[in-house]
């Protein structure tokens, strides 16, 4: 069992800038590949960027590449979302998750969810 919880998200402007943390414990954090998701109002859950358990390797969702970066440091049991030039249509809850799989961009390949945090972008 691994238990997940979000912090960071809050309301901004567009073009700030926030960083989201998600502190995991339980089972080792670092056999698991981590992935932030956000739904927002009316939509369906969508993927953002992963990383792999090593941290050798991301993937990002094209909405998000070259404006968001997802790090993990496996000593602190954290995984981190860097988020930049904030944009209205970044406005959703952002969930972390854990994964036994590289690369996966479906939600139904996460094991493990956080209860999510809010994100408003106000234009």
């Known amino acids: 069992q691994v238990q997940l919880v979000e912090s960071g998200g809050g309301l901004v402007q567009a073009g700030d800038s926030l960083r989201l943390s998600c502190a995991a414990s339980g089972r080792t954090f670092s056999r698991y590949s981590m992935g932030w998701f956000r739904q927002a109002p009316g939509k369906e859950r969508e993927f953002v960027a992963t990383?792999?358990?090593?941290?050798?390797?991301?993937y990002y969702a094209d909405s998000v590449k070259d404006r968001f970066t997802i790090s993990r440091d496996n000593a602190k049991n954290t995984v981190y979302l860097q988020m930049n030039s904030l944009k209205p249509e970044d406005t959703a809850v952002y969930s972390c998750?854990?994964?036994?799989?590289?690369?996966?961009?479906?939600?139904?390949?996460?094991?493990?969810w956080g209860q999510g945090t809010q994100v408003t972008v106000s234009s």
């Open positions: 998750a854990a994964s036994t799989r590289d690369y996966a961009v479906t939600p139904r390949r996460y094991d493990y």
């Open positions: 990383v792999s358990w090593d941290r050798g390797s991301t």
